[in-house]
């Protein structure tokens, strides 16, 4: 079964979508539909036909209504700066379209929300683009810890750091002002750890952190002298206690000089731990603590067929997954929520408790102490 | 331009080439052509046609020679068992068809250097799919080599590791006799290992190396008590000379037990060394002997946009390639050799190279002495 | 010079300090003095006397008084249980010696204050065992840090985990009373991570954290099935805030299952960062933001002569420290201290401050906010 | 027990010979002897005095005669350059005294020969220097494969590279003359890379290899412009097979750029394998071919008190054992040796064998094929 596509945006990961949607069937077969790359949109119509050109779409527009009324779409990809997701979202939502939107799903918990109820109201499916979620490695973890193998989760330690902003020359964008992207680091990579953390573990109940703008300057534009001040955090720190009680840590920044995709976890167990390094997505490492005391270790496992989705790549086990591999799962689980009616993972739902998450984290900055996350 | 593409053989890899030539355009852009499936080819005609449709191909046969003759066939890939490469890759060269072949090239010199011979005076352009050859972390080894930064090459060792043969009762197939699979270890994974030394350090002169069958006898079929004889090597060892003078030594086996991806080399230089490991596929590892001694190291390079090809994926840096994106290169290598008229690398005349070398090594292991690469 | 040793407790440690004190003089030179190996203390006699041939002690003690007194030492060790280390070295100070004091000072910062301005008043010599902090390689790291190699430091993420106490079934004793331990993890690990964290960057002036006990009760002794309560922390979490401004955070456990030495750090700083893991002691990481950016990744430099102290120990560059070589030098740092009369480097006041964050730490966990570390 | 130690040679390894003696009794306990620094040599009688106070010794002589014929020396150590171990060695033997040889122990197999059958004759205790044999990582390797543990062993690949002869106006030494090193990287590092897979696997039966020199000049002396011949190798390869059958290959550098200490194995067998790295020396990598393949992986194995000789050293698991540590464990296992009347391991027998392989990879070199290592 054919599914009509129609992507809005074509920035940052608009050739991920544009490989995750046409790469999927082929990997893991059509039996969940087979979509058609319909209609890309962008501002200027030159821009959308080249964008159609290049990322292989039938159609071009730089109306993004045009995208969202148009009967062979039948899938909406928000893939545009942050503060145009809701609107982009709800008005797919609202001509009833399924809606594939780029993380983060809003600007505020009360946008996710809306998002929210709107969708599930409308019986439509939707999915956030937290794609680090998807490795099979992380996958792996999940399963792992659901099955007891590390005994009764205690904790975790987690961490995803870049250094993109880095340079202070790096003139005020979008990413800079509160009023485009919320926040900053919390939301740029702390979202998605944040929501690999719940994934795992489940919901966060309380936190406790602080926020940072370490470069308060930018220049107002690139190679001006004048510089204007910066909004949004460049490090986010923060304690977290999980509905379940179990402890951890997360630390999120997109100035740690020389990270560039130090996205990782360790979770300990009473009877094992694994740990994870997206740095070398590929593998992870666990630990039992069974066997003779000599012989124990953190053992490095390859993925492999054995694990969730790796076999669909065809590949020899340990061959190695990449970034863009991702999204293919991603368009994957997308494209079974549709064909089956059942909630995809991350959804909006999903998403907004990473949002609500995160808001606590911004509250307990300003309050000093512990943040309960608004229940959702 | 659209170019047409016929696939024989719907086994291992058949996925990658698939997803190879459909995502190529979409990342590297249309400017070198954009493949269309055409015409997909396996021993029965339910199975091609359950592989055109999990595939994307547009149609399926049961016959080779229909995709050869297709007219809307200009890049034939050939992904058959070994012993069936010479003749398809030959009967499509006669058809003036463009050949993909999968590596190894031929079952002997001989057969690679009719191939070779045989697409060279038909001005085809040809590819063999040594794809970790076209991972961007050796570009960038072979790029760091060249510019002289690591001085002056003095020696290579490289190993190609796996353990897909390691059970002793996996029964008795076309790998396991010289009819059919050529040598063992030797051509499955030195054969990769073979081509990326030629690729950074440029021909081999001379080698001295031994092959072992460590795995005598195998069941004739799965499950059955009955064993017979293995006639190709599950170990090969040897040592190099280089055309330039440069030493080396590689090991290359298919029954190393817990390998699964162990493709790595370590070149040493006078003023500089690096260090690769296609299990951690996404870096490459560089010393530099300059700066104050006190703060040397090999340094773990992250691949990013800097770096040959990494930048078509669109993915920031370090967020990590996989397996099948050394195939989409491999892809783009050949539609960029079709569209220029110049050669692909590698091609047939280099595979035949490292099929020179791979002969010489098993002479050697027979004479017990060095033996020289015969010119090609 | 010679200078008597008297060491009070022969628990574990007690071997370190004896090798260290022994060959310390073989490996920096007799130019600070050459300990002697006095005379040794434990509860019994015979323990005594059998520790004193073991170890190499001219004389033998059940009473630490007599070491105290003893007019040969110059020097005593306090390697007892916790809770003895403030009345033995306030005895020892009392007495006119030089205090080698194992890690922690003492319980509270009530202890760590007295014990400081005995000693200063007294004009004694101090040093406190965090011997983590004597390694070369984080030596290293503080010199870099200093230099502004990295820029100017922003943050810090810090780690110490072991599992010495994951197993819930290891009885009950003074590691898990308040009295006799005062603190849990933090005090067994965490005071060695921040002891390490104000080396590299400085007094820490406020901290947010918690404690946890995980493992609530453990058996009342050995093998029993009654159990009783464990009164302090598996785990503690804070974030910090240094008084320069910097942030950061940091992990101790007791319980992470799987981890020996897990003792790390990573600093940001506005040029480079650098990284370190005492699970792989002899080698630092760094990251310097400097040359092509295609060349640029973090180094893992091989402790050498160049560093710290490690040539001292005569051996080839990358060839090795291990956990006893710090000791030697936490000896050497204490012999120079006396030989030169200026303060040893940890000495009793940067104990007592390392006392001051924990504590702010465990009333953290109470009120659940900040709160700053008592000036001192 | 005491037993007086004469030391013959102040250079590089005189420190780790001081403080191996003094510190093995106190980490072992004095159960084997307790060794005395009796009487040190070298060429000037204030040098000898200025390393007897630096390194703990009672006399000072610059006569080797006199430590020979000391009657309190009762064990001879030899630290000299290579060429003068035999005729000290011999001389040492002569006078009835046990000899601790640097290694390697002669220049020639023949030199080792006639030491070995002096030294058995006279009924001496032995050992040579090949201390990284002596690290618990290996000695847990050992035990590993000797218990079956991986199955049958199948092959080794082994590394010993450094760079100390790297750079090209190092002058000339003795090092780079036959006549006083009998040959270069072969025996500098080859030599301990042979002794250990020896050490694990058995004895070599033959050998195929090959000998670089590379920087075929050097300065005469530091500085100079005139250049002379280097007569001994930069670089060894070589094949190996082994008495039992099995494979394998080594490569030995002295200039490889970067490398401070790789010394490193990989062995393979039919139900597992192992991995070891002397840069990261207090671990073991291990991968057991069993248990669900989906949690398969090769294990990071911290050294620990279960395992050979760690215990001693009084440190947690995974704490971390040093360069210098090795030298103590190899005076223990001498001390055993003398104490039990039993053979040391590695004694002048096992050196004489490792010769003999060296000597055949020479030959080979030579001759262009396989060589049998002469039988001892």
Chains 1, 2, 3, 4 share one sequence.
């Not at 780029?102 to 918990?109: I, Q, R």
């Not at 005020?172 to 953390?197: E, N, P, Q």
């Not at 949004?232 to 304690?239: C, G, I, N």
């Amino acid at each position: 079964m054919q599914r009509g596509l129609g992507l809005i945006g074509t920035g940052y990961l608009a050739k991920a979508f544009a490989v995750g949607y046409r790469a999927m069937p082929v990997l893991f077969g059509p039996d969940a539909g087979v979509p058609v790359l319909e209609l890309v949109c962008t501002s200027s119509l030159p821009g959308a036909e080249r964008a159609a050109a290049a990322l292989g779409f039938n159609r071009a527009t730089a109306t993004s209504e045009d995208v969202i009324v148009d009967p062979s779409v039948e899938i909406v990809v928000v893939n545009t700066p942050n503060h145009l997701h809701a609107p982009m979202a709800l008005a797919a939502i609202r001509a009833g379209k399924h809606v594939h939107c780029e993380k983060p799903l809003g600007l505020s918990p009360a946008e996710c929300r809306s998002m929210t109820l709107a969708a599930e109201a409308a019986g439509v499916r939707t999915i956030v683009g937290f794609n680090y979620r998807q490795n099979p490695a992380t996958a792996l973890a999940r399963e792992i810890i659901q099955s007891g193998e590390i005994g009764e989760a205690i904790s975790i330690r987690a961490t995803h750091n870049e250094d993109f902003m880095a340079d202070p020359d790096i003139p005020l964008g979008w990413k800079h002002r509160k009023a485009t992207a919320g926040h900053g680091a919390l939301v740029d990579v702390g979202s998605h750890i944040v929501c690999i953390a719940e994934y795992l573990l489940g919901p966060i109940a309380r936190v406790c952190g602080r926020l940072r703008t370490v470069i308060e300057t930018r220049p107002v534009q690139a190679g001006a002298s004048e510089r204007g001040p910066v909004e949004t955090d460049d490090e986010a720190r923060f304690l977290l206690e999980f509905v379940s009680g179990m402890g951890g840590m997360i630390e999120a920044s997109r100035i740690a000089t020389g990270r560039k995709m130090q996205l990782g976890y360790e979770v300990y167990g009473t009877r094992g731990s694994l740990c994870f390094d997206q740095q070398r997505m590929s593998e992870l490492q666990l630990y039992e603590a069974k066997g003779p005391t000599g012989r124990r270790g953190f053992k490095t496992i390859p993925i492999a067929a054995e694990h969730p989705d790796y076999g669909a790549f065809g590949a020899g086990p340990g061959h190695g997954i990449g970034f863009n591999d991702q999204k293919i799962i991603e368009c994957r689980r997308f494209l079974e929520a549709i064909a089956t009616g059942r909630p995809a993972s991350p959804d909006f739902r999903a998403a907004w408790q990473v949002s609500e998450v995160l808001e606590a984290v911004a509250r307990s900055s300003e309050s000093g102490s512990w943040e309960a996350v608004s229940p959702i």
